[in-house]
C-alpha cells in the first residue's frame, strides 16, 4: 500500500493539529495502521495504532488522552487528531501499515511494510 501524510504543521503549544494519512494500492481494510515520530537523533518512536476495523486503538503514554486515532475505511484514510501539543511533539509524523493477520495491532515499527513520507508537526512554547 502507498500512504500520503499531510496535515502538518508549525503551531503553538495547546493548539490542536490533525494529519491524515491517505492510502492506495492494496485493500486498505485489511491493514492495521500505525503513527509513528522521529526527532533529529532520536530512534522512531510509537505514537499510537488502530485495528483494521477501527475497534481496537493504542497508544504511546506520552499522547493518551491528548492524541486520537481514527480510521475512514469507505475513504481509504487514516487520522491522528492531536490536541493540547507540547513542544515536545515537535517531529516528524509517519504513517505506516501492515496486512493484519490477527486482531492483535503490533507497535513495533519493524513490524510494518508500508510507510508514507512523514509530515512535519512544530510545536512552538
Known amino acids: 500500500v502507498q500512504l500520503q501524510a499531510s496535515g502538518g504543521g508549525l503551531v503553538q503549544a495547546g493548539d490542536s493539529l490533525r494529519l491524515s494519512c491517505a492510502a492506495s494500492g492494496r485493500t486498505f481494510s485489511f491493514d492495521h495502521m500505525g503513527w509513528f515520530r522521529q526527532t533529529p537523533g532520536k530512534e522512531r518512536e510509537f505514537v499510537a495504532a488502530?485495528?483494521?476495523?477501527?475497534?481496537?486503538?493504542y497508544y504511546a503514554d506520552s499522547v493518551k488522552d491528548r492524541f486520537t486515532i481514527s480510521r475512514d475505511n469507505a475513504k481509504n484514510t487514516a487520522y491522528l487528531q492531536m490536541n493540547s501539543l507540547k513542544p515536545e511533539d515537535t517531529a516528524v509524523y509517519y504513517c505506516?501499515?501492515?496486512?493484519?493477520?490477527?486482531?492483535?495491532?503490533?507497535?513495533?515499527?519493524?513490524?510494518?511494510?508500508?510507510w508514507g513520507q512523514g509530515t512535519l508537526v512544530t510545536v512552538s512554547s
Open positions: 505506516a501499515a501492515y496486512r493484519a493477520r490477527t486482531s492483535v495491532v503490533t507497535t513495533t515499527d519493524r513490524a510494518y511494510d508500508s
Open positions: 488502530i485495528g483494521w476495523s477501527g475497534a481496537s486503538t
